[in-house]
């Protein structure tokens, strides 16, 4: 699969508008904004996806299967289930392996109690989206999104739809503490109000710099010249300006913004899990 591809039309790209809603995105979801684009990932996905099966329990609630032989995800820092790259940050259900993303809470599903009473990730009807994926291992991943926004635990112990209370470790590892916390935090949120609010996941404060930086990638993936993406980033009108009186400073920059679009594309993206 060619580098010069994208995941749009001929145009698409060309309209700064249409990339503001990524303003607001936390920092988690930049990583799969720039891995979407990854020519090889897409090509991994079209291998993978004749192995994924969806079962939809619920409108807002799927579990995921995903044979594990058809794709090393390990390469890209998800778990097997594969995510189509066509779904942008608000659509999506990226499952990230532990290994590479702190954020992932670790905990043990347990019998309660309270006879009848239902598993507490699936009582309330929450306003997110929620996915199950069930590993060969039998470890049990359960992720919740919602707009860019997210919480992903790796289950042990009992299944989870079966399950009456989650436990998980008071004392986590030293160098997972804070990540964790605010795991769990974000979590008991959820069960309050039965939402990911955007108020526990504050925008990434690079972001309207990463606009800039998808948008310039968008094109030179399309092919564009340097010039086209000046034009496409700050309009024609202004471009054509800059191109005359200050072409150098301007050529610079779309330089930068595409160079830095392909570190963070081809795995750089990793920064934005720590």
Known sequence: MSARNTLFGP????????????????????AWEFLRRNPAYRAAWLEARRSRRVVRLAPRVMVIEADVAAVDAADWCLLPPLEDPARDARQASVFWASADCPAVLPVLAAPGDVHGACSP????KYKCRIAVYIAPDGRQHVLFTHHGRSIQLEVAGLSIFAARQLMAAVAPPHDRFSSHVHTMRRLADLIIHND?????????????????????????LQGATHRGI?????GKERADHMWRHQRRHMLDRVRRAIKRGRALMNGGYRRFLK
């Not at 990730?121 to 309330?124: C, G, I, K, T, V």
């Open 196 to 220: 990911l609010r955007p108020q526990l996941y504050p925008t990434y404060a690079q972001s309207r710099r990463l606009a800039e930086v998808l948008q310039a990638l968008d094109g030179w």
């Open 230 to 234: 000046a034009a496409g980033l700050f």
């Open 11 to 30: 145009s698409a790209w060309q309209d700064a508008a249409s990339y503001r809603w990524t303003l607001t995105l936390p920092r988690m979801a930049w």
């Open 121 to 124: 990730l699936f009582r309330a």
